[in-house]
Nanobody
Framework: EVQLQASGGGLVQAGGSLRLSCAAS????????IGWFRQAPGKEREGVGC????????NYADSVKGRFTISSDIVKNMVYLQMNSLKPEDTAVYYC??????????????YGQGTLVTVSS
């Protein structure tokens, strides 16, 4: 069973940084793409970015390009989301999910409990 769990959220001031972690289990990590998603209050869930351990592909939403970086540790089965220059509009619950193959992720699986990121102005 594909399982992922995001952690590392918190309260940060605008302009600050935060690193989220995603622990993966239940699947062959090397064959999957891992994506970060977020859902702000009153809004639909949206994709933030993706990294593929399968072919090395990556992509990012336009709203976070140049500020967020996704990395993967295939030894630890962990994926990280480094968030810099945070803005109040980045406030959301962040989730990670997976799909076999390359980015982008079309049918994400394994959403766990998300982690809340709050950016104060």
């Amino acid at each position: 069973e594909v399982q992922l769990q995001a952690s590392g959220g918190g309260l940060v001031q605008a302009g600050g940084s935060l690193r989220l972690s995603c622990a993966a289990s239940g699947f062959t990590f090397d064959d999957y793409a891992i994506g970060w998603f977020r859902q702000a209050p009153g809004k639909e869930r949206e994709g933030v970015g993706c990294i593929s351990n399968y072919d090395g592909s990556r992509n990012y939403a336009d709203s976070v390009k140049g500020r967020f970086t996704i990395s993967s540790d295939i030894v630890k089965n962990m994926v990280y989301l480094q968030m810099n220059s945070l803005k109040p509009e980045d406030t959301a619950v962040y989730y990670c999910a997976a799909e076999g193959g390359a980015c982008p992720i079309l049918y994400p699986r394994g959403y766990g409990q998300g982690t809340l990121v709050t950016v104060s102005s």
